[in-house]
């Protein structure tokens, strides 16, 4: 993370913020430490997509905002799947 500019105190607050983005985006009701775990985890988990698609992946605050927010919006909605 340090190599991309985002080091770990700006990765727990954007990552916070994609989380609480996706909660709003996604209807959900979640908590502040729910929030940044869905947006950290959310990140690396569209980063993994991205590779695996082959395409070059975000880097800086903004790019990890995006990938939280995208990653974390994935997450909450395989949680509703599994859920059912």
């Known amino acids: 993370m340090e190599g991309e500019g985002v080091g770990w105190i700006a990765a727990i607050i954007i990552g916070g913020i994609a ?3 996706a909660e709003k985006f996604m209807h959900s009701n979640m908590g502040l430490l ?3 775990v869905l947006g950290i985890v959310g990140a690396i988990v569209a980063n993994f997509i ?4 082959n ?3 975000l880097v800086g605050w903004l790019g990890y905002l995006i990938t939280g927010f995208v990653g974390a919006c994935i997450l909450i909605a395989l949680g509703r799947l599994v859920r059912r």
Do not use: A
Request: aromatic share 8%; no cysteine.
């Open 19 to 21: 989380g609480w983005l």
């Open 34 to 36: 729910m929030n940044i």
């Open 50 to 53: 991205l590779g695996v698609l």
């Open 55 to 57: 395409i070059q992946p």
